[in-house]
Structures are given as C-alpha cells and as structure tokens.
C-alpha cells in the first residue's frame, strides 16, 4: 500500500506561483511513476505531469508546459508541482498518484493507469 499526502495549495493571484508537495509512505518509489491530475468543477480529471522516480524523465500536459515543473525527492519519497504563470483556469483540485504498474515502460498519462491517490489540494487562481 501507497499512502500519498498533498499539500501547497490555497489562493494565488494570476501570474503567481505555487509549489505542491505529495508525501509517499509506505512504499520507495522507484519502481513507479508519479503522475498530478487536476480537476475543475464540473469537469473530468485531468493529465497534468507525470515523472519517472528512477530516471526522473518527465512529461507535461500541453497547457502547463513551460510554466509548471514536475519533480522528486528520492531522499524523502516526495513529489512536487511547481507551478507558475499561474492562470485563472488553473483553478482545481490537484492530485497526485502512483500508478499501478512496476518499472512502467511508459510515463502514465491516463488515471485508469494509476492505484494510488492523494485527497486532493484545493488551487484557486484568481484574476
């Protein structure tokens, strides 16, 4: 079992910045991905960016590239979201999770792919 525990959200203003954290406990991370979705009111999850815990490879959703950056902490089996540029419809829950798969060939995109979440932080951007 994988217990992941967000943290960082809360209020910005547009332009501003944000840096998420997601704890892992319970399992090292290496042989997995971790992935960040997001999720509107009223809209489906979303991909954000997933990063490789081994190699620490990494890919972005078209809408956050150059403005977010996925990374780890092998030391302290922890994720983060650095997120900036922030934008108004940026406003979400966010998620991290850990996907399914051992030494996935892929970066895992898709939620169906993941097992384990977090609760969820709240950003709101405002304009």
């Known amino acids: 079992q994988v217990q992941l525990v967000e943290s960082g959200g809360g209020l910005v203003q547009a332009g501003g910045s944000r840096r998420l954290s997601c704890a892992a406990s319970?399992?090292?991370?290496?042989?997995?991905?971790m992935g960040w979705f997001r999720q509107a009111p009223g809209k489906e999850r979303e991909f954000v960016a997933v990063?490789?815990?081994?190699?620490?490879?990494?890919y972005y959703a078209d809408f956050v590239k150059g403005r977010f950056i996925i990374s780890r902490d092998n030391a302290n089996n922890t994720g983060y979201l650095q997120m900036n540029g922030l934008k108004p419809e940026d406003t979400a829950d966010y998620y991290c999770?850990?996907?399914?798969?051992?030494?996935?060939?892929?970066?895992?995109?898709?939620?169906?792919?993941?097992?384990?979440w977090g609760q969820g932080t709240q950003v709101t951007v405002s304009s």
């Open positions: 999770a850990v996907d399914r798969s051992h030494f996935p060939a892929t970066l895992s995109t898709r939620p169906y792919e993941y097992e384990y």
């Open positions: 319970g399992r090292t991370l290496t042989a997995y991905n």
């Open positions: 990063i490789r815990w081994s190699d620490g490879s990494t």
